[in-house]
């Protein structure tokens, strides 16, 4: 029996076994490993009798297999589907197991076996063998308003088919804040769970969801997709465009690619849904007949207004006219939100005198200025390894002390809304002012205590907000540019959504560039030619979705690099790899190498997601024989 470790370790991903009983793929069983018994799942399974010779010659004992499970809690669709996703991101399927399989799932399989239903428990053979209606793929872009008043009656319409309705969303605090909204008139059906929760929690939840006999609505996580139910119909994933989606570590998925091909392999109607969907996905109504559920939305559906204005000549933080509206705000006793990119007082500094960037010794990233509240003094952090230095510094190029500080950061916004609005109650929210998700929501709840307040805040802050603020002010809309990320445009557009979604009546722009284009298409309230020409412009620069990207990177000291780009040069020769330093050229005291492979969509993708699409095996071959110190990132965010 080959049969992978369903935990996390340093292990080679396929283990061999025997047993005397004929364990079907995808069963559930008991091995001894490292002198622990652990869970494992059986992948494929030969005969002994036609390998004799070749398990004579092997260098280790062969273990029995300890127990064999009386059936599998996870469906065979599941982690057919986990194995898959595996393969796509080039990753270890070991890895792609266990991170798609929340720990408390796997840690309490024994206890979690126990809970059955007759009518809700798994099929044994999957679901792909039941009557179903052929898979959908539909696309929902809508304001956030409508597409709850759309879900609310598919919710209904599900229930009266007696079928389930799974939400998929990226954070624990939507999950929370679409319960609230969802959940009414369906209390005892609705069912929430996240990685947040307990393990005692999720196991509750996970005998809930598993033996109740009504049609229900989950609102989770992508992995807790694992929770089976074999009347689920739908599978809705909210907030598309959210970058969250994507794994920060190993094996580095992309859940909504893990949900749209478990979704297929169930024959489940896939609805992606967002305010604004992301380009890529937008492109595949043509490319992979994605059918829209309504026209697709592209007006920005704001009752308020929208004012772009051109920054003074002499510089200042906030325009005379932002003062204005935010005094007016202020007086009436309404809440504003002044929006900031970055955290700190300078995500810049500059030395006058040989031009050089401050950066960090260590890593080599820009250092960042900070006030320090406790010792109330000015500090130099580095954002990328943490390394700090005092605010007296002098440039390590020039040694001159005639440093200047750009770009404008939430401590910056912070002193001066003090000091032009005195007696006002000003509350920051970035992640340098709060340690987790209770100190947040007490920072808001501290805000609508006191109406008639300012919020200074990066992105961090519209997932807290729950109440509208009547003027939000994006105190630097040109700093949003300075990050080179080809997606660059479109997150910009995103963060003016959000902006939006949390605003009642008024929104100011602040900018050098009145121009824009992407100032231009928010003005006139409509995105649909800004989309088409971005999508027109990535396909002349051979960018996603009409490439895809492969990036590898590579950390390692001078002598590690030079042979890292040699294997990289040689390994990938026959795909024209693009081979480059990254933007920040040191991360902790290593040099950064990241070697670019574009391929043709159809030669990396698989048919359940892509039509007349497969994995190129020779180049998934070359990628998985990489050594651990590189890194493989397929459909990467940025290329930096």
């Known amino acids: 029996m080959t049969v992978i470790p369903l935990k996390k370790g340093a292990w080679k991903e396929n283990l061999t076994y025997f047993s005397a009983q004929d364990i079907p793929n995808g069963s559930i069983v008991t091995i001894s490993l490292r002198g622990k018994k652990i869970l494992g799942l059986v992948i494929s399974s030969e005969d002994v009798s036609a390998l004799k010779s070749n398990i004579k010659s092997m260098s280790f004992n062969l273990k029995k297999i300890t127990e064999l499970k009386e059936r599998s809690v996870f469906l065979k669709e599941y982690l057919d589907s986990a194995i898959e996703t595996s393969k796509y991101f080039a990753g270890s399927k070991n890895n792609g197991i266990t991170a798609l399989l929340p720990a408390s799932l796997r840690e309490n399989y024994d206890r979690i076996a126990k809970f059955q239903n007759s009518e809700a428990r798994p099929n044994v053979l999957g679901l792909a063998s039941l009557n179903r209606l052929k898979s959908e793929k539909l696309l929902f872009q809508a304001p956030l308003e409508d597409r709850i008043s759309a879900y609310k009656t598919l919710i209904r319409g599900s229930f009266a088919l007696k079928k389930s309705v799974f939400i998929v969303l990226p954070i624990e605090y939507d999950i929370k804040k679409f319960k609230e909204i969802l959940s009414k008139g369906i209390e005892q059906f609705t069912f929430a769970i996240h990685g947040g929760l307990s393990a005692k929690k999720i196991i509750k939840k996970f005998e809930e969801i598993t033996t109740a006999s009504h049609p229900i609505l989950i609102l989770g996580t992508a992995p807790f997709l694992s929770v089976p139910r074999n009347d689920l119909e739908t599978i809705i994933v909210e907030h598309e465009s959210s970058s969250v989606y994507k794994m920060i570590g190993r094996p580095y998925f992309d859940l909504r690619f893990f949900a749209e091909l478990y979704a297929t392999k169930i024959n489940a109607r896939l609805i992606f849904s967002d305010t604004l969907l992301r380009y890529e996905t937008l492109a595949r109504v043509e490319r992979d007949g994605l059918i829209p559920m309504h026209p697709l ?225 928010i003005k006139t309230e409509n995105l649909l030619s800004f989309v088409r020409e971005e999508l027109e412009d990535r396909e002349k620069l051979d960018y996603p979705p009409f490439k895809r990207f492969i990036k590898i990177t590579h950390l390692g000291d001078k002598e590690q690099t030079i042979k890292a780009k040699r294997m990289l040069e040689e390994i990938f020769q026959e795909y024209n790899p693009e081979i480059f330093s990254g933007f920040i050229a040191r991360l902790k005291g290593k040099y950064v190498t990241n070697a670019l492979i574009k391929i043709e969509p159809e030669k990396w993708s698989l048919p359940e997601i892509s039509l007349h699409s497969s994995i190129d095996e020779n180049l998934l071959a070359k990628l998985l024989s990489l050594p651990p110190s590189f890194d493989v990132f397929v459909d990467p965010e940025d290329l930096l």
Request: with cysteine; net charge positive; hydrophobic share 40%.
């Open 297 to 521: 939305s592209y007006r920005i559906n704001f009752a308020g207004e929208i004012e772009i204005l051109n920054k003074e000549k002499k510089f200042k933080i906030l325009n005379e006219k932002s003062v204005r509206e935010i005094k007016n705000a202020i007086a009436k006793k309404k809440n504003v939100l002044l929006f900031a990119l970055r955290k700190g007082l300078a995500t810049m500094t500059l030395c006058r005198n040989c031009n050089d960037t401050v950066s960090c010794e260590k890593c080599g990233a820009p250092l960042v200025l900070y006030l320090s509240h406790q010792e109330k003094k000015r500090m130099f952090v580095c954002n990328r390894c943490q390394e700090n230095k005092n605010g007296d510094i002098v440039c390590i190029s020039c040694g001159s002390w005639d440093l200047l500080p750009l770009g404008i950061g939430t401590d910056t916004v912070s002193e001066y809304a003090k000091e032009i609005f005195p007696g006002t109650k000003i509350f920051k929210l970035d992640k340098d002012s709060v340690k987790n998700t209770k100190e947040a929501e007490k920072i808001i709840e501290e805000l609508e205590k006191n109406p008639g307040s300012i919020l200074i805040g990066t992105e961090m802050a519209f997932f807290y907000l729950k109440n509208k603020v009547s003027l939000s002010v994006v105190v630097s809309f040109d700093s949003l540019w300075n990050i080179p990320n080809f997606k660059m445009s479109e997150k910009i557009i995103q963060i003016v959504f959000s902006i939006i979604s949390n605003t009642t009546e008024k929104i100011m722009i602040q900018t050098k560039n009145e121009n824009d284009s992407a100032l231009r298409a």
